[in-house]
């Protein structure tokens, strides 16, 4: 029995040890002395092959650091390159990746590990003997109390909620980049509303600056009529401020601007559910996520509980000298039993800390529950408001105009005053500011919806 595990764990060795370099090992094994003297000799073990670090230099890392985006192709492909390119997801996605491959290097534990060693060298400085020795170590891990199942349960729940996080990570995103081109096309309609207001207020407002240089008709009315226009003119000044910080804004987000392409409303109104459940919340990606990190949690508990069981292991080792080595052949083989039989406290302290993290990520999944249902019913609260102020303001938009009409046709024949058309044209504009304004407000509520619910992502095919 002994011969034939000796036999085998010679020709392992031998087939190990050629597969590496099969010329350099016979002639190692036939004069060792010489082999070693020869190599010193041509310094050929001192020339080494150290892993060489990458060191990138800065400007090569931020070889692109604007964004850059195709708008001419749709809003809806746009925002898809424009989440896809972004730093922060493929980031996410590296490092998801490298989860993968922890999780892959954990599985390895479970088979067999062989490492082996050469000593070479001179062993007597007596006697002037030289010679090599091989040395191979073979391990597996036959029993460990669930210690490496529980750990490679941790990790892939770990990264399961790596991917969740993905996931709600791209929704808020996307919900970013929407808000985003909504908010460059609120400021635009607004500044265009205004712009149209002044052009057909300027006749009027050099009829009012030539009444008061002449110094004629009623002060009180002339004032009254220049805050009009002042109020007019600081309201547009507001808006082209907000305008140029929303082009900002979404060239940061895309790069360019998106030169007549248009956001499509409708599209992102269809996508909201007329009855939204429970159960569509507890699918939501925070909710998962938080989820996956307690389930990453209890099997942590397991595994520092594990750590006190009976490790049970399969060792084996096989010494065998060469040339003239005085070390002796040696084969040993069997199984090692293991256990920890003292730390002092460190078990139990890290028992409580595994336990509280549990307890921590399962209140967590709670709360995040709760936050999302609340974030929904405030939105969904703010789209029916939005929706009946809409309707108030284009009423009031109607009444505005048929007014401004009547007002005009009263001022020919001295029945109406400039103040009294100027205002009623500042209202016109004030109601459609806030049609403008409601919309933007109610499509802003339907997007953090759709990202709460994680409806984002499926439909802009990320």
């Known amino acids: 029995m002994f011969d034939r595990l000796r ?12 597969s590496c370099n099969s010329s350099e090992f016979s002639k190692l094994t036939e004069a060792p002395k010489s082999f070693f003297q020869s190599k010193i000799a041509s310094q050929d073990l ?56 922890k999780i892959a290097a954990k599985r390895a534990d479970k088979d067999f590990r062989v490492t082996g060693a050469i000593y070479g060298g001179i062993e007597d400085l007596t006697d002037e003997t030289t010679g090599v ?55 635009e309609t607004l500044s265009e509303k205004i712009q149209s207001r002044l052009n057909v207020l300027q006749p009027l407002i050099k009829q009012l600056e030539k009444v008061a240089d002449a110094g004629v008709g009623d002060v009180t009315q002339v004032s009254a009529a220049q805050r ?13 401020e907000k305008l140029e910080q929303s ?55 397991a595994l520092v509980r594990a750590k006190d069981q009976l490790n049970l292991n ?24 293991r256990k920890t039989l003292f730390n002092g406290d460190q078990s139990s302290i890290e028992a409580e800390q595994a336990q509280a993290q549990v307890t ?50 009263q001022l020919v024949i001295g029945g109406s005053t400039l103040d009294s058309v100027l205002s009623a044209e500042a209202r016109l504009y004030e109601a459609e500011a806030k049609e403008i304004n409601f919309t933007a407000s109610k499509l802003k509520s339907e997007l953090l919806i759709l990202s709460t619910l994680g409806l984002l992502v499926p439909a802009y095919n990320l």
Not at 7 to 17: C, G, K, Q, S
């Open 133 to 187: 020795a091989l040395v191979l170590n073979a391990n597996r891990m036959i029993y460990d109390g669930g210690s490496l199942d529980a750990s490679i349960a941790s990790s892939e729940f770990s990264r399961s909620a790596s991917l969740k996080a993905l996931v709600s990570q791209k929704e808020n995103l996307a919900n970013e980049l929407s808000s985003a081109w909504i908010d460059l096309e609120r400021y």
């Open 360 to 409: 921590a990520s399962r209140e967590k999944v709670l709360s995040t529950f709760r936050l999302n249902k609340k974030t929904i019913k405030s939105a969904e609260q703010n789209i029916t408001t939005m929706k009946r102020n809409i309707e108030l303001a284009r009423d009031n938009a109607k009444v505005s105009a048929d007014e401004i009409l009547y007002l005009r046709q």
């Open 247 to 301: 082009r900002v804004n979404f060239f940061n987000a895309f790069g360019e601007s998106p030169e007549g392409v248009t956001f499509d409303h409708s599209f992102i109104s269809s996508l909201v559910p007329d009855l939204i459940t429970e159960d569509m919340i507890y699918s939501s990606p925070a909710v998962l996520v938080n989820y996956k990190t307690y389930q990453a949690a209890e099997a942590n508990l």
């Open 46 to 101: 001192l020339q080494l092959n150290p892993v060489e670090i990458s060191n990138v230099p800065l400007n090569a890392v931020l070889q692109k650091p604007n964004a850059s985006v195709d708008v001419s192709k749709g809003f809806k492909l746009a925002i898809r390159q424009a989440v896809q390119s972004d730093p922060q997801i493929l980031s996410k996605q590296a490092e998801i990746k490298a989860q993968a491959f």
């Open 228 to 240: 009009t226009v002042y109020a007019i003119r600081a309201t547009q000044a507001d808006v082209l």
């Open 7 to 18: 036999l085998f764990h010679v020709f392992f060795l031998l087939a190990l040890l050629q």
């Open 314 to 337: 399969f060792e084996s080792r096989l010494t065998r000298p060469f040339g003239d080595s005085g070390f002796d052949s040696d084969e040993q083989i069997g199984l090692v039993l």
